[in-house]
């Protein structure tokens, strides 16, 4: 029986060790990218109380996430059609008002969402938010007219 010597051991062995190192690194990162709600709920700020994802009126692909902090609440748009958008309301902002509902509807121009507010005072109100077409950067947030 003839043994190989070490030397060429290696070389033989090297490219299997390269191979299995390299797929253990890609399944590494696979994984880590495997659970994005994962990543999202490690990287959340300890001001968000709540998270809330709301979905448009059927056959439209925009949804809405309201995010609940201490201060009030945050609006945001959110398109399927359009990676990685999404666009705040920055008007609801700044009433620093809690989101109590939401509810939308499609009609001949676009999304339209009632959106339920309560002020710190306890008042309660309605503003219209207005989405022309699909892009959620171009829309109007203003209070329900009656």
Sequence with gaps: ???IPHRHGWRR???VALLAASISLGLGIQTALADPVKQLVETLPGSVAALTRIPGAEGSPLSFVVVR???GDRLFIVSSNLANTAIEV???RTLSA???GLRSELDSYGLVAFVDLQ???GEETTYELF???E???AHTFQPASN
Excluded: C, K
Aim: proline share 8%; charged share 30%; hydrophobic share 25%.
């Design 119 to 121: 002020t710190s005072g």
């Design 1 to 3: 029986m003839r043994s």
């Design 69 to 71: 902090e201490e201060t």
């Design 13 to 15: 062995l090297g490219p």
């Design 90 to 92: 920055a008007e609801a």
């Design 98 to 100: 809690r989101i109590t």
């Design 131 to 133: 989405l022309e077409g």
């Design 135 to 137: 892009d959620p950067s």
